[in-house]
């Protein structure tokens, strides 16, 4: 299983972009890229996935360069309520082992 | 919508009790997960089940063993409670995969507190 390296904490202002990066040097061809978010007192919850290139949904953009070492996600215009965990996982879903969670990145929202 | 229910928010047991863990989901789902959460140590994999009776280890498994019955039920059972088994337990499950999307859905939790 790919090993993931993220920040471990950033801050941020309301309504701006905040882009968080994921190093994920040895991923494998099977493997998927996906983003969890986690607010205190809950379980994770699924935010985006991608395999390569740009995949946007109504919450946020994932960006996946070729090499695919690394990937980033985007959250646009963010909100106190964007305060939150948000982990990367990768794995290989085809072959349906367990993904992994990393420390995550702890993401400050304030106004 | 998918919905993991845990049995308890909050559980305070002794030290050498047995404790039960149940998670329950409602949507067929084929993998089960629990998981441990620690301050700083993110979300560590105890054990997973892809079928009914299947289980395999994750990344901590020691202490813990876990009973898959039923296709909607995974039970994580603490055999003899000790006090490092305090924690935030998360139970998850999700479909076979197929490609594509492949999504996690997590429980409310439960806090254990082992005295």
């Known amino acids: 299983l790919a090993k993931t390296t993220q920040p471990i904490s950033m801050d941020s202002y309301e309504g701006q972009e905040v882009n968080i990066t994921c190093s994920h040097n040895?991923?494998?061809?099977?493997?998927?890229i996906t983003w969890y978010q986690q607010f205190p007192s809950q379980g994770p919850r699924f935010i985006i996935q991608?395999?390569?290139t740009k995949v946007t949904n109504e919450v946020a953009s994932l960006f996946i360069p070729a090499d695919r070492k690394s990937s980033t996600l985007s959250l646009p215009r963010v909100s106190l309520s964007d305060t939150a965990v948000y982990y990367c996982?990768?794995?290989?879903?085809?072959?349906?082992?367990?993904?992994?969670f990393g420390k995550g990145t702890t993401l400050s929202v304030s106004s | 919508d998918v919905k993991v229910t845990q049995s308890s928010r909050y559980l305070v047991k002794r030290t050498g009790e047995k404790v039960f863990l149940e998670c329950v989901q409602d949507?067929?789902?084929?993998?089960m997960f629990w998981y441990r959460q620690d301050p700083g140590l993110g979300l560590r994999l105890i054990y997973f089940?892809?079928?009914?009776?299947?289980?395999e280890k994750g990344d901590i498994p020691e202490g813990y063993s876990v009973s898959r019955e039923k296709k909607e039920r995974f039970s994580l059972i603490l055999e003899s409670a000790s006090t490092n088994q305090t924690s935030m337990y998360l139970c998850?499950?999700?479909?076979?995969?197929?490609?594509?999307?492949?999504?996690?859905?997590f429980g409310p939790g439960t806090r254990l507190t082992v005295t």
């Open positions: 998850a499950s999700s479909l076979a995969t197929s490609g594509g999307t492949y999504e996690q859905y």
């Open positions: 040895n991923i494998a061809t099977n493997d998927y």
């Open positions: 089940s892809y079928d009914v009776k299947m289980k």
């Open positions: 991608g395999y390569k």
């Open positions: 996982l990768v794995g290989d879903h085809q072959a349906g082992t367990a993904l992994i």
């Open positions: 949507m067929d789902h084929e993998n």
